[in-house]
Nanobody
């Protein structure tokens, strides 16, 4: 069974940094993953795009995180990372990992989400 397992969230002061990781577990069954990305949802707000990265490495960022966050991936490890720098209190949210398509040996999985990891930035 494939799962997206996130880690790296926590509490940090404004101006600090955190690095999130998301690994597709059960990976010995995974043949390929298309785009992977991070989204976030703050209390009372809609889920929004943070950053996505395609399988060939092209990236897209939400306007509020450009020049502060960096998304990367290790295809051999089926892992996507989010380096978050110069964090602000408004970055506080639950961060969710997403894979738009996972090809395993037996099935294709579309629009797959992790369980989320909390990031809290104190002022």
């Amino acid at each position: 069974q494939v799962q997206l397992v996130e880690s790296g969230g926590g509490l940090v002061q404004a101006g600090g940094s955190l690095r999130l990781s998301c690994t597709a577990s059960g990976s010995r069954f995974i043949l390929s993953i298309n785009a992977m990305g991070w989204y976030r949802q703050a209390p009372g707000k809609q889920r929004e795009l943070v950053a996505i990265i395609s399988s060939d490495g092209s990236t897209k960022y939400g306007d509020s995180v450009k020049a502060r966050f960096i998304i990367s991936r290790d295809n051999a490890k089926n892992t996507v990372y989010l380096q978050m720098n110069s964090l602000k209190p408004e970055d506080t949210a639950v961060y969710y990992c997403n894979a738009d398509r996972i090809q395993t040996m037996t099935i294709e999985i579309y629009d797959y989400w992790g369980q989320g990891t909390q990031v809290t930035v104190s002022s």
